[in-house]
């Protein structure tokens, strides 16, 4: 594992998935434009997989990129949240234009939202494994199994357990509408 500049691990792993993603979402919402109807679908299509994959999965790009290229913990976690919450800030700036700031700002707590960042969290614990592991194999004298990755995975259990598989969803997004409702409702 080598010891790079600041730039080299950090900005260049995080930009590994961050161009291509603006591109995908910049086809994705421009794909209107295409006058082929058969070729908008297609290209909204296909970089609207693009967009879904890298959000949901650019952890598993970025994590080992940092890891090999010697960003500490932190760097290599903050990398990898860096996509979550530009999504997240993306969401709320995209509703402010219809709620007040504070609806908006509760608007990227919603389920979809939170579970973008449990599973890079959770991602991120078993790229750290995968890393370390790599890394004795390599020589290096690093356990494999470590707490906080193993608490990473098991967070990462829990938010599909409750946004998937509990109810199917429902009682977690209801939970987030009764809040919204508390908060906002004036009742």
Known sequence: MNTSS???RFIVPLSFVLI????????YFNSWRIGHDVLHQWVAIISGLFLIAGLCLGSIVIYPL????GARPVERVIACLAIPLIYCVYEICAVSGSFPPAESLYYGLNPTVWM????????????????RGVSRLRGAGLRVFTWFPLIAVAV???GVY????????APLFYLYVD?????????
């Open 6 to 8: 600041l730039p080299a």
């Open 20 to 27: 291509p993603l603006v591109a995908s979402w910049l086809l």
């Open 66 to 69: 940092a890891f090999f290229r």
């Open 116 to 131: 973008v960042f449990v599973l890079t969290v959770g991602l991120m614990g078993v790229c750290e494994w995968v890393c």
């Open 156 to 158: 990462l259990l829990l």
């Open 162 to 169: 409750f946004s998937l598989i509990w109810g199917n969803g």
């Open 179 to 187: 809040g919204y409702l508390a908060l906002f409702s004036g009742v």
